[in-house]
């Protein structure tokens, strides 16, 4: 049996992860968004073989589920800027985060790409599908496997 060493990736796995992921952001962007989330590990194995990358994402125990999340309808894309409030799940799947913004109340993402991508405080800047759910607006991001045209970067990390 051979086991495994955890590493940080290498420039080459960040480059395959960057490609597999095919963000909008320059390479140099978001390799400053995902290397601050502390999240991705590398598994090389014992003996040799080829290297494996791995992010870690929070779960949920049943007493912090107090409900499914609601499904709404899907109205249009769009492109905003907001200050996030409350990202203490912005690990999870979906990621959310709570925005102060005139008119959409958060923004949930379903691609692990923008998991923990911004901290309370944070200016952002995202796009996606804007979905309704009873009085409540939601900004929507990874509403297909690719989130083509659908991203959500920290624009107060990328002006440090």
């Known amino acids: 049996m051979f086991g495994f ?14 490609k597999k992921r095919k963000s909008p952001l320059s390479f140099e962007d978001f390799l400053k968004h995902e290397m ?4 991705r590990g590398m598994l090389i194995p014992d003996g040799g073989g080829k290297n494996i990358y791995f992010d ?16 709404g309808f899907d109205t249009h894309k769009t492109e905003i800027e907001a200050v996030v409030t409350d990202a203490s799940f912005s690990f999870d799947s ?14 949930y993402s379903y691609t692990h790409t923008y998991a923990g991508q911004a901290w309370v405080g944070e200016t952002v800047r995202a796009r996606g599908m804007v979905e309704i759910i009873g009085n409540k607006k939601r900004l929507v991001i990874g ?17 440090k």
């Open 5 to 18: 060493k955890i590493a940080d990736l290498d420039d080459a796995m960040w480059r395959t992860v960057y």
């Open 36 to 39: 601050r989330k502390g999240n």
């Open 56 to 71: 870690l994402l929070f779960a949920r125990s049943d007493d912090q589920i107090k409900e499914p999340i609601a499904r």
């Open 94 to 107: 979906p990621a959310i985060y709570l925005i102060d913004h005139d008119d959409i109340d958060e923004i």
């Open 143 to 159: 509403t297909s496997r690719e989130a083509a045209d659908e991203w959500m970067i920290s624009l107060t990390l990328l002006e």
